[in-house]
Each structure stands twice: as C-alpha cells, then as structure tokens.
C-alpha cells in the first residue's frame, strides 16, 4: 500500500502505537526526536496521525526505538504490489544502513 494510500484511520493507529512505544521507554517528543535526528514537529505530526514518515525516517525511527522497520511499518510485503515491494526493500537497505553507522560510532549522520 503506498504511502498516499493510507487512511487517516490508518495513521491515527499507527501515530498511537509509535506514542505508547516512546512513551513505555519513558521518552517525551523531544527526545525521541533527537534519537531519529529529525525535528520534533515530525514527531508530533506521526504521533497526531497527521503524516507517515518517509522511507528514511522510518528507518531512523526504527532505530531509535530499538524495533525492526517491519515492526512498525504500515506496509506489508503481499507479493502483489510492486509498489510496497519497492518501499519495503528501500527502508530495509536505510535501516542496515542506519544500524551499520550507529554499531560503529558514527552516529545516524555520521
């Protein structure tokens, strides 16, 4: 399912899940923000259901909070659409990418 395919139902759920997951690691947005090195009114916007993240945010995220991009990610591999297929293998590349730099020191950005 792309991305501008989600319901705002989907993103309402999804926001509310990424909320009780920041908030059980007892984090506020603010520092969230700074684990995913995005701004904080990204945050708000996803938690809000506002918006969905792009693919390489959502591997940050997933970083951030410890989880698997596939824990967290609305979108699922069917087989069908080549679309999601592509997304999916996208935000998998980022997050080995993302982990690779943090398990050597040089940070998200570095």
Known sequence: MPI????????????????????????????????????????????????????LSLAKLAAALGVAVEEISLFRDTGDDVEARDLLLRVRLLEEKVAYLLSHGQGIFG
């Not at 319901?7 to 520092?31: S, Y």
């Not at 969230?32 to 009114?41: K, S, T, Y």
């Open 4 to 55: 501008n395919h989600l319901t705002p139902a989907q993103k309402e759920a999804w926001g509310r899940d990424i909320e009780r997951r920041m908030l059980a690691k007892g984090w506020h947005q603010a520092k969230l923000a700074r684990r995913c090195g995005v701004p904080r009114n990204n945050i708000s916007t996803w938690i809000n259901g506002r918006s969905y993240p792009q693919p």
